[in-house]
């Protein structure tokens, strides 16, 4: 039998430094199988530094189909600071199969009077409305938050579960933490699922076996489209991806005013109800700012950072009062007391949706 690399999935080879899986050969002979790592992996863990690339999307909705086929429960990772872009139809439909579980990770990032209990009501509602019927858990792989919670569904289903979702979710770390917590094992896993800032870093899906009829498998993340973070380089990308805070920027909006994140993204105000506010939420790698309708190229087409956007799309858009505009792969605004009306400028192929608002009121 192929054997695998237990931190990304890859079936191992000893020929190819350039491709997924290479060990070099002493390492193969010399580790018990069930802690062996690629290269890639092992480079990832000590130096932080992926020197092959993500995974392909043919090759990781391959893995998923699979992994789908073996398993009786699917869970489904979804970041929540990138709810919406964690649920293209395409993966829904191929979990659609199994009962599925949405695991909402990334709890830490959220401000602290945002509730668990507010969030999940709030998750399971925008399922609903894409429609979606799932249960949810609310979970932080980086501080343990809901783990008892999800540790006590599997237990009580003791499934055959696959964690899968888009990529960066939090797929592996979700996994890594359960491995952790042992759930009945006797004898803790040496090596974990690799867990990377890259996208695209889990390259086939792995299973994990624990006691009674427990087994987990990871999957590479699926590929999703209109993602402005998945069209930057690396380096750019992960300013984008909130990480370790959540940056928010308030500010009254009047028409003929703009905000912006430089050279992403920008929305003008052409109409609103008097004292109503944006709030612009991102990463904390960048920030949303105020500026005048007259800078708009220079924020927009003319920006001279780092990955400047070629194609700009302009788009109209009313945003109610408690409604939040969130731009895939980038962030979110919210409007407070009061309606938008926006003309938004995104790179073109970034997807934009209106949803109720997350963070703040909960009634329009
Ligand atoms: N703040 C925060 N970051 C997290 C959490 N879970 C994962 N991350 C970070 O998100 C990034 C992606 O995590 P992974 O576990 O590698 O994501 P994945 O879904 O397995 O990604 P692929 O294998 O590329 O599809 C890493 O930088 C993690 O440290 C969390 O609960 N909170
Ligand atoms: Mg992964
Ligand atoms: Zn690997
Ligand atoms: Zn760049």
Redesign the pocket.
Known sequence: MTKRCRGCGANLQTENPGEYGYIPPKRLGETDDDDLVCQRCFRIIHYNKDELG?VLATASSQALEEGVAWSDHVAL?VDLLDFDAGLPSALLESVSARPLLVVA?????LPKKTTAAEVALWAKNRLRQLGVEAEVQV?????GFGFAGLAQWIEARQPKLLFA??????????L?RLLGMRLGRKQQYAVK??????????VSWSRWRLSGGIELA?S??FVPEGRLSDMLCPACAREL????TLSSKLYPIAPGQMMHIPGRAAVVCQDSTPGALLIGYCGSGVSWEKSSERHLAKWTREFDGHCPIQNWEEHTVTVPRNCDLIIHGLGWISARKGEYKLKGYLPAGTKFSLRPCLIGPKQQ
């Open positions: 993500p990772v990770n990334k709890q830490d990032l979970v932080s792989a980086l501080n979702g888009v990529t960066n979710v939090g797929k592996s770390h979700v890594s699922p690799t867990v990377s800032a890259y996208p695209g870093t889990t990871d590479p993340g991806i909130p990480s370790r």
